[in-house]
């Protein structure tokens, strides 16, 4: 097998530094802002994302999966993992590490939308149009990518390779 790196370290954290002020001036003056990180593979991103922000906020967490130890989403999302926090009233954050088919976020907004939060936006570090199944709305986003499978920065292959700094492509080819 064979990575590549697609994003370094570098063009990550420079755009992980825009993305927080553009975030920090929409949301400013707002008393409190709960960010909501969606495990496993966001939780990289949301700790250099949070550290951008100039605002009040606090943090909870999603378990969601949907690819077992695939490359191709099941579409058959899990939630295993909810939040501990009453949202009614409150200002959301959901942060994903990657759309793809939509089928996460569309489910996580589902689950969202009866608990009475004053807004509930999205913030994913990456999108990948090429599969996407579902319209969703992204209202913050880091990089929109080609149709690779990727990883690290958060993103696994069966579990692996989430604590690389850069988002690498993953193949099954030997170089
Ligand atoms: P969706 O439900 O199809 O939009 O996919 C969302 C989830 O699938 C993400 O939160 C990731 O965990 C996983 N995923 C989708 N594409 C990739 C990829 O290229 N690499 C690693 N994980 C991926």
Redo the contacts with the bound molecule.
């Keep these: 097998m064979a990575i590549d790196v697609y994003l370094s370290e570098e063009k990550i954290q420079k755009r992980i530094a825009e993305l927080g002020a553009e975030i920090s001036k929409d949301y400013a003056g707002e008393e409190e802002v709960i960010v909501v990180g ?1 495990l ?3 939780f990289i991103f949301m700790a250099d994302l949070v550290r951008k922000l100039d605002l009040p906020v606090q943090m909870e967490f999603l378990g ?4 077992g130890d695939e ?1 191709e ?1 099941s ?1 058959n ?1 899990k939630i295993h993992l909810d939040l501990r926090k009453d949202i009614s009233g409150k200002h959301v954050l959901l942060v ?12 996580l907004q589902e689950l969202l939308s009866g608990r009475n939060a004053k807004s509930v936006k999205v913030c994913s570090f ?1 999108f ?1 149009p090429a ?3 579902h319209k969703v709305k992204i209202d913050y986003l880091a990089f929109e990518i080609e149709d ?4 690290g920065y958060g ?3 069966a579990g692996r390779y989430r604590e690389l700094p850069y988002v690498g492509i ?1 193949s099954e080819e030997e170089k």
Excluded at 64 to 67: D, G, H, L, N, T
Excluded at 96 to 107: H, P
């Design positions: 969606v496993n593979g966001s969601a999966s949907s690819y490359t989403s579409g999302v994903e590490d990657i759309v793809d088919t939509g089928n996460t976020i569309k489910a990456l990948k599969r996407l199944v690779h499978f990727v990883i993103l696994d292959y993953w």
